[in-house]
């Protein structure tokens, strides 16, 4: 009886043993389903939590957050929560018993639960994973990276560790989301190697990843817009897998891709033409302020009249409920689009004035500049704007902060500077960039100008400051050792202080650097010597050396960009025309994936310069390729939809005149005239000059016509037509001729050979034009491409052409009204006996 007894009793064990050994704490916690629940677990047994429990339960706590909306998101009440305190106790007391992925787990879910970065909890957490970073896994390491920089450390020394780690162990990183992760944390530190090296491994893993997920492609083009990089060849590739996800994106991850799309200049019709049907798609779907907010500025600048009229009366009903930062968001896209809405804007500035506290400087400046922009007419907002900008700007010390507040502020009607905001900029300046000094020279112009105690006082302080920026522009310049660097700081600058002022030295400093000159930076280097209308040949000549050396590096799309200079300055170097025929044969392969946009600017650069590839036209002028670029130009910026149009009447213009084999009809009669009506035309001193004077050299007035528009809608300046004999003929038969509404003379759409019939046999029509400054490069008399195009397609609608330079008609040799007669004289009989 006892030995059967023993026997059940020893059976029984293992059935008892299971229910004292569970773990009732983590099964409390894994039942429950709410914050309140977690922490209510936390409350009750605060003395069995071990490290498990605690990790469990942030992580859940996180995890319950993250699954909710933003504005449904309750962390202020959890961080209140006591047992919340109980729980960061607890985690600080066990950092030692965590191991790895559970430390940086911890860190992460804190950090996420908005706990202080200051916090003796978090600052513990970085501490010992910092002595444990050699060992991290790299999951928990790009974790690491993520909460560093929530902490603002991606410059720190632990972050530069993590960025040595990357270096050492890349090839081994096969997780796109691993990778693109520690890309975008370590970006600030990256040198030219490792960010080749992590482009190359990000290409070659976007390959293998799972296409639906576009997160990590996103952090890509995130990375790239970070180190200011944009790199087509990834960016395409990044593209394509974010396109084929746009049917599922919402707003706001659309907004943060067209953002950062537009921070790298990458511009793609056919993201743009899915991101506006996407938007369209989601309009009835976004009804409440933060939703419509992202909705509101990612489709408002692509949509058509209708569709913004519908947002404008939306976002109306909702103003009142918009943050701060939604009132600003919704201010901004007004801006961009030019709305003149008055109601809601009126709304808006009511929500933003009583947000007024909480804006930063930067996000004063900006509500500042849009207002201002928007024509907004409120002088008490005003002054109260200006007020909190003056305060700002005496107490900012980041040189770039400082250049953006005296930006704004030279953008009031207020003229006066006093002392003390002088004081802050100068006390910045020897910190600023070669951008920032030109920004702040650009605001001193403008109080200069509004200032009468300027004129009085030749030592004041804006002829101090001026100095200043001069000298630490210069000095900037001189000590420069990177063209990279340069190139970048140079990327927006223009105007008459930089021209005037450090012009020279940066020419200088550039030829010194000429040996830095590679494919990856020659178009940037391109596009700012077209910017700045300087002809500089050696650069030229040293542009065209490596992109013929090396055209198989460059991108397609870069092309245009490169070939800018070359056409727009006419420049004909010993190498120009093998840079045009390598440029094309690079480019023709690769017609169709350009940009529509894209294609037409650079076929218009090529036909400046005389230059008309036969597929390229072709291309151009197909039914397909033009329905194509209508649909993209209604997403376009306006700038950047006028200039398009235009860009593509004059390629139309130019095969016409040029190429009549291609047989390209000439389809913009229509879109001249309209702009014929918008334009208002209003003669110069100097050309009214001329005028007087060539009715004198002619005969009278009834001999020279004035601002004629030609066949093909050119416009020249003075028109005459001269017989066989020299002998100027009047313009007494107004039957050949047409009258436009604005008392303009021009002709119908004869043909050339039409044109030649109406005139006596050996009589000739003569153009006469004025060239000022803007059509010749700026250090020399070298005209610009456009000038010759004007004046080939001019002869060849039968027209001798007399072009007067402005420096020849200014003249110490011309500065009587004789010698002015007798040069009018000269050269129009020259031009007709050569």
Same mark, same amino acid.
């Given at each position: 009886?006892?030995?059967?007894?023993?026997?059940?009793?020893?059976?029984?064990?293992?059935?008892?043993?299971?229910?004292?050994?569970?773990?009732?704490?983590?099964?409390?916690?894994?039942?429950?389903?709410? /914050?309140?629940?977690?922490? *209510?677990?936390?409350?009750?047994?605060?003395?069995?939590?071990?490290?498990?429990?605690?990790?469990?339960?942030?992580g859940m706590l996180w995890q319950f957050q993250r699954e909710?909306?933003?504005?449904?998101?309750?962390?202020?009440?959890?961080?209140?929560?006591?047992?919340?305190?109980?729980?960061?106790?607890?985690?600080?007391?066990?950092?030692?018993?965590?191991?790895?992925?559970?430390?940086?787990?911890? !860190?992460?879910? $804190?950090?996420?639960?908005?706990?202080?970065?200051?916090?003796?909890?978090?600052?513990?957490?970085?501490?010992?994973?910092?002595?444990?970073?050699?060992?991290?896994?790299?999951?928990?390491?790009?974790?690491?990276?993520?909460?560093?920089?929530?902490?603002?450390?991606?410059?720190?020394?632990?972050?530069?560790?993590?960025?040595?780690?990357?270096? %050492?162990?890349?090839?081994?990183?096969?997780?796109?989301?691993?990778?693109?992760?520690?890309?975008?944390?370590?970006?600030?530190?990256?040198?030219?190697?490792?960010?080749?090296?992590?482009?190359?491994?990000?290409?070659?893993?976007?390959?293998?990843?799972?296409?639906?997920?576009?997160?990590?492609?996103?952090?890509?083009?995130?990375?790239?817009?970070?180190?200011?990089?944009?790199?087509?060849?990834?960016?395409?590739?990044?593209?394509?897998?974010?396109?084929?996800?746009?049917?599922?994106?919402?707003?706001?991850?659309?907004?943060?891709? #067209?953002?950062?799309?537009?921070?790298?200049?990458?511009?793609?019709?056919?993201?743009?033409?899915?991101?506006?049907?996407?938007?369209?798609?989601?309009?009835?779907?976004?009804?409440?302020?933060?939703?419509?907010?992202?909705?509101?500025?990612?489709?408002?600048? !692509?949509?058509?009249?209708?569709?913004?009229?519908?947002? =404008?009366?939306?976002?109306?009903?909702?103003?009142?409920?918009?943050?701060?930062?939604?009132?600003?968001?919704?201010?901004e896209a007004l801006e961009e689009i030019e709305s003149r809405? !008055?109601?809601?804007?009126?709304?808006?500035?009511?929500?933003?004035?009583?947000?007024?506290?909480?804006?930063?400087?930067?996000?004063?400046?900006?509500?500042?500049?849009?207002?201002?922009?928007?024509?907004?007419?409120?002088?008490?907002?005003?002054?109260?704007?200006?007020?909190?900008?003056?305060? $700002?700007?005496?107490?900012?010390?980041?040189?770039?902060?400082?250049?953006?507040?005296?930006? &704004?502020?030279?953008?009031?009607?207020?003229?006066?500077?006093? +002392?003390?905001?002088?004081?802050?900029?100068?006390?910045?300046?020897?910190?600023?960039?070669?951008?920032?000094?030109?920004?702040?020279?650009?605001?001193?112009?403008?109080? &200069?100008?509004?200032?009468?105690?300027?004129?009085?006082?030749?030592?004041?302080?804006?002829?101090?400051?001026?100095? *200043?920026?001069?000298?630490?522009?210069?000095?900037?310049?001189?000590?420069?050792?990177?063209?990279?660097? &340069?190139?970048?700081?140079?990327?927006?600058?223009?105007?008459?202080? $930089?021209? =005037?002022?450090?012009?020279?030295?940066?020419?200088?400093?550039?030829?010194?650097?000429?040996?830095?000159?590679?494919?990856?930076?020659?178009?940037?280097?391109?596009?700012?010597?077209?910017?700045?209308?300087?002809?500089?040949?050696?650069? #030229?000549?040293?542009?065209?050396?490596?992109?013929?050396?090396?055209?198989?590096?460059?991108?397609?799309?870069?092309?245009?960009?490169?070939?800018?200079?070359?056409?727009?300055?006419?420049?004909?170097?010993?190498?120009?025309?093998?840079?045009?025929?390598?440029?094309?044969?690079?480019?023709?392969?690769?017609?169709?994936?350009?940009?529509?946009?894209?294609?037409?600017?650079?076929?218009?650069?090529?036909? &400046?310069?005389?230059?008309?590839?036969?597929?390229?036209?072709?291309?151009?002028?197909?039914?397909? $390729?033009?329905?194509?670029? *209508?649909?993209?130009? +209604?997403?376009?910026?306006?700038?950047?939809?006028?200039?398009?149009?235009?860009?593509?009447? =004059?390629?139309?213009?130019?095969?016409?005149? +040029?190429?009549?084999?291609?047989?390209?009809?000439?389809?913009?009669?229509?879109?001249?005239?309209?702009?014929?009506?918008?334009?208002?035309?209003?003669?110069?001193?100097?050309?009214?000059?001329?005028?007087?004077?060539?009715?004198?050299? !002619?005969?009278?007035?009834?001999?020279?016509?004035?601002?004629?528009?030609?066949?093909?809608?050119?416009?020249?300046?003075?028109?005459?037509?001269?017989?066989?004999?020299?002998?100027?003929?009047?313009?007494? +038969?107004?039957?050949?001729?047409?009258?436009?509404?604005?008392?303009?003379?021009?002709?119908?759409?004869?043909?050339? /050979?039409?044109?030649?019939?109406?005139?006596?046999?050996?009589? %000739?029509?003569?153009?006469?034009?004025?060239?000022?400054?803007?059509?010749?490069?700026?250090?020399?008399?070298?005209?610009?491409? /456009?000038?010759?195009?004007?004046?080939?397609?001019?002869?060849?609608?039968?027209?001798?052409?007399?072009?007067?330079?402005?420096?020849?008609?200014?003249?110490? =040799?011309?500065?009587?009204?004789?010698?002015?007669?007798?040069?009018?004289?000269?050269?129009?009989?020259?031009?007709?006996?050569?």
């Amino acid at each position: 009886m006892f030995r059967l007894r023993y026997l059940n009793s020893f059976l029984r064990r293992p059935f008892h043993r299971g229910p004292v050994n569970r773990d009732q704490v983590l099964e409390r916690l894994r039942d429950c389903s709410a /914050e309140d629940q977690v922490l *209510d677990v936390v409350g009750k047994n605060k003395a069995k939590l071990t490290v498990n429990h605690i990790s469990r339960a942030v992580g859940m706590l996180w995890q319950f957050q993250r699954e909710k909306p933003q504005m449904l998101r309750t962390v202020e009440l959890i961080k209140s929560h006591p047992q919340f305190l109980t729980l960061r106790v607890l985690a600080e007391n066990k950092i030692a018993l965590m191991d790895d992925s559970m430390l940086v787990d911890m !860190l992460y879910s $804190f950090l996420r639960l908005n706990v202080d970065p200051f916090d003796s909890l978090v600052q513990q957490l970085v501490s010992e994973a910092w002595q444990r970073i050699d060992r991290l896994p790299m999951t928990a390491l790009s974790k690491l990276s993520i909460c560093l920089s929530d902490q603002h450390l991606q410059q720190s020394p632990l972050m530069g560790e993590i960025t040595n780690i990357v270096d %050492q162990r890349l090839s081994s990183i096969d997780d796109a989301r691993i990778l693109t992760t520690l890309m975008i944390s370590t970006s600030t530190l990256v040198s030219p190697r490792l960010r080749d090296a992590l482009i190359s491994r990000a290409d070659h893993l976007l390959d293998t990843m799972d296409p639906s997920n576009y997160n990590s492609p996103r952090r890509v083009v995130q990375f790239l817009r970070n180190i200011k990089y944009s790199y087509r060849p990834l960016l395409e590739k990044c593209n394509k897998i974010i396109l084929s996800n746009i049917p599922r994106m919402d707003a706001e991850n659309i907004s943060i891709i #067209m953002g950062l799309y537009q921070s790298l200049q990458f511009n793609n019709c056919d993201f743009r033409l899915a991101v506006k049907q996407r938007l369209i798609e989601l309009i009835d779907s976004s009804t409440d302020p933060l939703s419509f907010t992202k909705l509101f500025v990612a489709l408002a600048p !692509l949509a058509s009249h209708e569709i913004r009229e519908g947002l =404008e009366s939306t976002a109306l009903l909702l103003a009142d409920e918009f943050n701060a930062y939604q009132a600003l968001a919704v201010a901004e896209a007004l801006e961009e689009i030019e709305s003149r809405n !008055l109601s809601l804007l009126n709304k808006i500035a009511v929500v933003i004035r009583r947000n007024l506290h909480v804006y930063k400087p930067v996000e004063v400046a900006r509500i500042t500049q849009t207002l201002l922009l928007l024509q907004y007419q409120n002088p008490e907002l005003f002054t109260i704007l200006r007020n909190i900008l003056v305060n $700002f700007l005496q107490h900012s010390v980041f040189p770039h902060e400082v250049t953006m507040l005296t930006r &704004v502020l030279s953008m009031l009607p207020y003229p006066r500077l006093d +002392e003390g905001m002088i004081s802050r900029v100068e006390a910045v300046v020897a910190q600023c960039n070669l951008s920032d000094l030109n920004t702040i020279s650009f605001a001193i112009a403008k109080w &200069v100008r509004n200032d009468p105690s300027y004129h009085h006082n030749t030592s004041s302080k804006y002829v101090r400051l001026l100095q *200043d920026l001069k000298r630490c522009g210069r000095e900037r310049l001189q000590t420069a050792d990177r063209l990279d660097l &340069v190139l970048e700081e140079l990327r927006y600058i223009s105007g008459e202080w $930089f021209e =005037e002022m450090l012009l020279e030295d940066t020419m200088a400093t550039l030829k010194r650097m000429m040996d830095q000159i590679n494919w990856n930076n020659v178009p940037e280097l391109a596009l700012f010597l077209t910017r700045i209308n300087h002809l500089c040949p050696p650069l #030229m000549d040293r542009i065209a050396s490596v992109v013929i050396e090396n055209i198989d590096k460059i991108h397609h799309s870069a092309t245009y960009a490169t070939l800018l200079p070359f056409s727009v300055l006419n420049y004909d170097g010993a190498q120009a025309d093998e840079l045009y025929d390598v440029c094309i044969q690079h480019f023709t392969p690769n017609i169709s994936c350009f940009d529509p946009h894209l294609l037409v600017l650079l076929a218009y650069t090529l036909a &400046v310069a005389d230059c008309f590839p036969e597929e390229l036209i072709r291309e151009i002028f197909s039914i397909d $390729f033009l329905g194509k670029l *209508d649909a993209q130009l +209604e997403t376009l910026p306006d700038g950047l939809n006028m200039r398009t149009r235009l860009r593509l009447m =004059e390629l139309n213009r130019a095969t016409c005149l +040029e190429c009549p084999e291609f047989q390209v009809p000439w389809f913009h009669e229509r879109y001249c005239h309209q702009l014929q009506k918008k334009g208002s035309s209003s003669s110069s001193p100097v050309q009214q000059q001329i005028h007087k004077m060539l009715a004198e050299v !002619l005969g009278g007035m009834n001999c020279v016509r004035a601002a004629v528009v030609t066949p093909y809608f050119y416009t020249v300046d003075f028109e005459c037509i001269l017989d066989k004999h020299l002998q100027p003929l009047p313009y007494s +038969e107004p039957s050949t001729l047409q009258i436009s509404d604005q008392g303009k003379v021009h002709w119908g759409t004869a043909s050339v /050979e039409n044109i030649r019939d109406e005139l006596p046999p050996g009589a %000739q029509r003569v153009a006469v034009d004025f060239l000022d400054s803007k059509l010749f490069c700026k250090n020399s008399h070298h005209k610009k491409g /456009e000038v010759l195009m004007k004046k080939r397609h001019l002869e060849i609608l039968g027209y001798r052409v007399v072009q007067i330079p402005h420096f020849e008609w200014n003249s110490m =040799e011309l500065s009587t009204p004789d010698a002015w007669k007798e040069y009018l004289r000269k050269n129009i009989l020259r031009e007709l006996s050569s």
